[in-house]
């Protein structure tokens, strides 16, 4: 199929690509394969593909399947979102899949920019381009369609730090981009997480500006800080002091344009005392939270407690399962353990996005009429990790992520 071009988007029109003839991705043409190498016919290799597109919520229909074989198909967009997984076709069999993808750059406006870190600059999240991810023990794939999104469907805003964020290599990840395969496509999700991040320098760096740029009445900001807030010292600092202020900034902001604050607890860090119970390691910081929701009727996820009660019922050692713990080697250039009690793997990741869509379950009845149907969730009984499947992504990043 022909290319796109950036007008032909801001004309709501929709482009659909044939992925058998396709070219590599360029700046001319503006779509194509992209990242990894082009796969080859019948290839069962992960593989890329991106197209130009200005900011926005887009509609991505895949057509999943091959006249020629088998396949079993994931799906994840930008930084490893993830929208659809190990789907399996029969040979000349094809499925249809729809989901809305968020596509932002750092420009603001004319004058102003978010201010990324160096790390950022050459992630997804923060490009002119909208990139597919098709992975999965056979990926196959006909055909994309991209289109924008009505403009009644919500968005749900993220800001966060590193438990939130988009992660984009292997064997890290967030809640935030697992919670995108919990939606159809009336919402979309626009995480503006990032690694580090305390509530008032994601305020200085431009990035709340950002998403208030984009939101709508009836969109939603979710605010899940304090990991980094609570090392903040030095006079006004403080979980009743600084950082009650900030979320009280993130909160009226969002009311201002008719969109919906909601407050979530930080996760626990996997600390146990010697009784296998979770330490207390935020000090004052989840209940300051709990008491700026109560003052400002704003709803709370209650994160701390539901990933306390997630640990404590994974037990002690299992529980690193859910967490950053590899031997040396199990990933290109690891030549030390990885041994990290804050930020999660895959199967993690997914077992916190759980906790976050029964909170939503709970405490936002609008936005859990979006949900799509799925089993309810008792954080007492996690998922087994034996029966979590993740398809790995090409890249892997042996640094830890900003922030603990």
Known sequence: MMGIATSAFAQQEARTYQLADAPRYSEETG?????????????????????????????????????????????????????ISNLTTKKKEFVEHSFL?????????????????????????????????????????????????????????LCGNSTVVDQ?????????????SFFGDKVCVANYAES??????????????????????????FMEFGHNDQKQKGPGKGAYYSFMTSLKTFIDEARLRGAHPVLVTPTQRRSFDGNGRIRDTHADYPEAMRWLAAKENVPLIDLNEMTRTLYEAMGVEPSKRAFVHYPAGTYPGQDKELADNTHFNPYGAYEIARCIVEGIRLQVPALAHFLKPVERFDPACPDNPDTFHWDNSPFTEIEKPDGN
Do not use: H
């Open 31 to 83: 779509y194509g394969y992209d990242l990894a190498p082009t796969p080859e016919k019948e290839s069962t290799a992960p593989f890329f593909f991106s197209v130009r597109v200005p900011d926005g919520n887009y509609k991505v229909t895949v057509r999943l399947g091959s006249k020629k074989r088998a396949g079993n198909t994931t799906v994840r967009a930008e930084s490893r979102r993830l929208f």
């Open 101 to 157: 993808v968020n596509k932002r750059n750092t420009r603001i406006n004319d004058k102003e920019v978010v201010r990324i870190k160096a790390r950022e600059k050459n992630k997804l999240n923060w490009d002119d381009k909208l990139t597919l991810e098709f992975n999965g023990t056979a990926p196959a794939c006909e055909s994309i369609t991209i289109e924008p999104a009505d403009p009644s469907v919500v968005t749900v805003f």
């Open 168 to 180: 984009d290599n292997e064997p890290w990840a967030s809640w935030g981009q697992m919670i995108t």
């Open 196 to 221: 580090g991040e305390s509530a008032n320098s994601f305020i200085a760096a431009g990035r709340l500006k950002k998403a208030l740029s984009q939101m709508k009445a009836g969109d939603y900001l």
